[in-house]
């Protein structure tokens, strides 16, 4: 099961930048390189069981969110955003850091009332 898991780390690990660079594509006569946002994770376990038998398993998966891509522009190469994908990974941050500055302040009124 370690093998699986190892050999699945290397793999990914392999990818590098490829994960977040698209191959160049040609559309409407210009080229461009797409762009992700991209993320993995993997686990394994393993557990011996009274019998000597070895029960376990492994799992993983991963997120690839198209952010926008370079294309060229009359004075260079210029990042062009994917408004959709901005929002859709901007999105749980700001609601996150809402909810922690919610949180900060209800908890420091309730430290001042018990003064």
Request: aromatic letters at 6%; charged letters at 15%.
């Amino acid at each position: 099961m370690a093998n699986l898991s190892e050999n699945i780390a290397q793999t990914v690990t392999s990818v590098g930048a490829r994960a977040s660079y698209g191959d160049p594509v040609t559309v409407g006569g210009i080229e461009i390189v797409p762009v992700a946002l991209v993320w993995f994770g993997f686990g394994a376990g393993s557990d011996e069981s009274n019998d000597d038998s070895i029960q376990g398993g492994a799992g993983g998966g991963g997120v690839s969110i198209p952010v926008g891509a370079y294309v060229p522009a009359p004075d260079g190469v210029r990042f062009r955003a994917n408004p959709v994908a901005l929002l859709a990974v901007a999105l749980p941050l700001v609601v996150a850091s809402a909810w922690a500055l919610v949180g900060a302040g209800l908890l420091k009124r309730g430290l001042a009332r018990r003064r």
